[in-house]
């Protein structure tokens, strides 16, 4: 137990060492949150609203524990979903494994070990939806000390069954599928495939239930639901045993349901070791990272010269598209929303519905509103933020060869343009397919185009300050990062600022004024920012190692 | 020909990395540079290529000073790292046209050099291959060919000859004498005290950052005890006990 411990302390040093390093990165995180201050506020306001109306509709026939019930199971399931990328990440693909696996450990420590940073995240993403419901749920109803002891515990303890099926369905997968013999490829196709289950099961959840009935009549549907919803929490026993802890009508019952809910996470963790103990290393060993060329090609007609600016970014491309997590978070996230955007209107009978605003919209209401979304979508995109980063601790070739700082710099920064082009291009072909008007639409695309030259430079800027170059495993340069935040929100404040300002200001009433105003706005941003990114590069260029 | 000028270089206000360090690497020389583990050889060799800023004093090369005129001394020399994980997710090819791009080799020059380097080091049927997928020793040839293949005046190698097989080690060895042979500038680091006897024409010593001996081999075998092996000499002079 000792040394699943000492390996266990090893690896959550090593995988947060590099998180809140110095006060200035706390002093950052900290203004990070006060950005984040006011979406926490609305998502809690609007969370209490929902508990609470449901359960004045709810409480005449006491069905209110239902309410807890259907977000033990959402609770669930989202960790689960979470879970599964991070745990193949963590227990398959991170480069610190080998350290590992020639030291004498058992499996199922290397397992525990390696679980800790991963259920870290989940307990997050819970301390986001479970511990408000709870709260919420608490207050509305009266409950008194009891209730809150229950709550710290089902909080603690309820994370780790779903984290354990999901560890549970990647050990089993890994071993039996055997989808690793390629560790690059599997990770890529891991990655698309997480994703492609969210975005399916968004469709699925739309195309079962009505949206705003589920939305304004929570508590009604769910009234209407009683049954179907207690049986859907009877296959999830954790979440159906957690809500009667929190909600049954004597204290020993109470007791009961929580000794039987620490008996049953007792249980998963017993399963979890003995088939870590059994399997992990057998889907393990012998992940092959890379992949040899398929036929050999005629060297002498590859080799050709390139200016030094064009050869950079040719480098930067290749890196981010041969590895799979530059290129899940680089280019599949940033094609994720724009797919995400179309499933979801596309399933919820809403283009009828979109065409029609657009039609009768003004030109500039079309031109602003396309725009704020692209804003939106481009600030999420963290190809910029990861810049130099992505360098990681092979940073210092970039100091020896004879190439000015700002040619390196620039290259990186089209890089991130270039990327962000093919969420732009797949925007546009939206726009297009809803009807916005040519005008318009060419106008959007000449201002996306520099707003998205703006974002790779302010990300490069901000990852040229706070880099992270002493990663172990690349996950950690988009995990555990406020930097990609802190660049989304200035972003969204600064554009936001400038959309609402020539929104409401009564000088840019036709689409060309507005269209010349946010040209101006943009060009001077672009000017600043590359102004701003110069001085950046003298400052932190030679001074990051 | 190297000059090193009164370099100093802190990571820590207690203890200096390199403490006044004074050195000519001169050209036509194999140059060697020895030290146990941590006595600022890696330190040094950072600073003179750029990749750590130098805290006080200067260094050239061939008359270029690395701080004011990076871009100038960069061209002269190639840098052989300690570690060649270098440039993993590009196929070699590509890491030698990115070279050859970076240093402005020609295309024709480039077809010629990068077929004789490769099949020297026997890596050319390899070359269409991600570098990840290559062996310690196949990514130490890569680099070295990239090296090699803008023809630099001064090599700075940390370590050139680890992971690399007896046929490849004695080709870049028989490529370090030529090189000095036409009056070009051959530093390198090494933990090997066979290759030092082999190759040098110079060594400096350097311990806790400090020089501690700079000569010819006869020179060292002079000061010390006149018979005795360079392993006795490198032990006495860094106070093994």
Sequence with gaps: ?545 | MIEINHVTKSFSTSKKAVDNLNLTIPAGKIFGFLGPNGAGKSTTIKMMTGILPIDEGSITINGFDITKHPIEAKKIFGYVPDSPDLFLRLKGIEYLNFIGDVYDVPSDVRQEKIAYLTKTFGIYDALNDTIQTYSHGMRQKIIVSGVLLHEPKVWILDEPLTGLDPKSSYSLKEMMREHAQKGYTVFFSTHVLEVVEQLCDEVAIINEGTLLFHGTLEEMRTKFTSDGSLEQMFLELTNHE
């Excluded at chain 1, 002498?300 to 899940?328: A, C, D, Q, W, Y």
């Design chain 1, 1 to 545: 137990m000792n040394k699943t411990f000492l390996l266990s302390k090893m690896i959550l040093t090593l995988s947060f060492s590099e998180l809140f390093k110095d006060t200035r990165a706390k002093r950052n995180a900290f203004f990070v949150f006060l950005g984040f201050l006011p979406l926490i506020v609305i998502w809690l306001y609007i969370l209490s609203s929902i508990i609470s109306s449901s359960i004045y509709i709810l409480a005449p026939s006491d069905n209110e524990p239902i309410i807890l019930g259907i977000l033990f199971v959402l609770t669930a399931i989202i960790t689960v979903l979470f879970s599964i990328p991070s745990v193949i990440s963590s227990y398959y693909f991170a480069d610190d494994m080998e350290n590992y696996l020639t030291m004498p450990f058992h499996p199922y420590q290397l397992v525990i070990g390696k679980s800790l940073a991963p259920l870290l995240i989940t307990y997050m993403v819970n301390l986001a939806i479970l511990a408000p419901t709870m709260i919420f749920y608490g207050m509305a109803t009266g409950s008194g000390i009891l209730y809150v002891c229950l709550s710290i515990f089902i909080f603690i303890l309820f994370p780790i069954i779903p984290f354990i099926v999901a560890a549970l369905i990647v050990m089993l997968g890994m071993r039996y599928v055997n989808i690793a013999k390629n560790k690059d490829r599997s990770k890529v196709y891991a990655g698309i495939f997480s994703l492609v289950f969210i975005i399916g099961f968004n469709i699925i959840i739309r195309l079962n239930t009505n949206s705003n009935q589920m939305s304004q009549e929570i508590g009604s549907w769910l009234n209407q639901q009683e049954q179907l919803v207690w049986q859907v929490t009877k296959l999830f026993p954790s979440a159906y045993v957690a809500t009667n802890t929190l909600t049954s009508s004597t204290w020993w019952m109470m007791i009961l349901f929580l000794i039987l809910f620490i008996v049953l996470t007792a249980l998963a963790l017993y399963l979890f070791i003995t088939i870590g103990q059994r399997m992990y290393f057998k889907g393990m060993l012998g992940i092959n990272k890379g992949g040899k060329g398929k036929k050999k090609q005629h060297i002498e007609k590859r080799i050709g010269s390139n200016p030094t600016l064009v050869t950079l970014t040719k480098k930067e491309l290749k890196t981010i598209v041969r590895t799979p997590n530059f290129f899940m978070n680089c280019i599949v996230q940033s094609l994720f929303l724009p797919v995400f955007f179309v499933a979801m209107i596309a399933f919820d009978d809403s283009i009828g519905s979109i065409a029609s605003f657009i039609q009768s919209s003004n030109e500039v209401n079309v031109l602003l509103t396309t725009f704020s979304i692209t804003v939106f979508m481009l600030g999420i995109n963290l190809t910029a933020t990861s810049s130099i980063s992505r360098d990681g601790q092979w940073w210092f070739t970039n100091l020896y060869i004879p190439i000015e700082p700002k040619t390196v710099i620039y290259s990186k920064v089209i890089t991130a343009w270039i990327i962000e082009g093919i969420s732009i291009i797949l925007l546009g072909g939206i726009f297009l397919y809803l009807g916005v008007p040519t005008i318009p639409l060419l106008m959007w695309g000449i201002l996306v185009t520099m707003v998205s030259w703006i974002s790779g430079t302010l990300g490069t800027i901000i990852d040229l300050h706070y880099p992270a170059l002493n990663w172990t495993d690349e996950q950690e340069i988009f995990k555990m990062r406020y930097i990609p935040l802190l660049s989304f929100l200035i972003q969204i404040f600064v554009f936001g600022a400038a959309i609402l300002a020539i929104w409401r200001l009564p000088y840019f009433t036709g689409v060309w004024q507005t269209f010349l105003a946010m040209s101006v706005v943009l060009v001077i941003a672009i000017y600043l920012g590359n102004h701003l990114l110069k001085k950046a590069i003298q400052k932190h260029y030679f001074h990051m190692l």
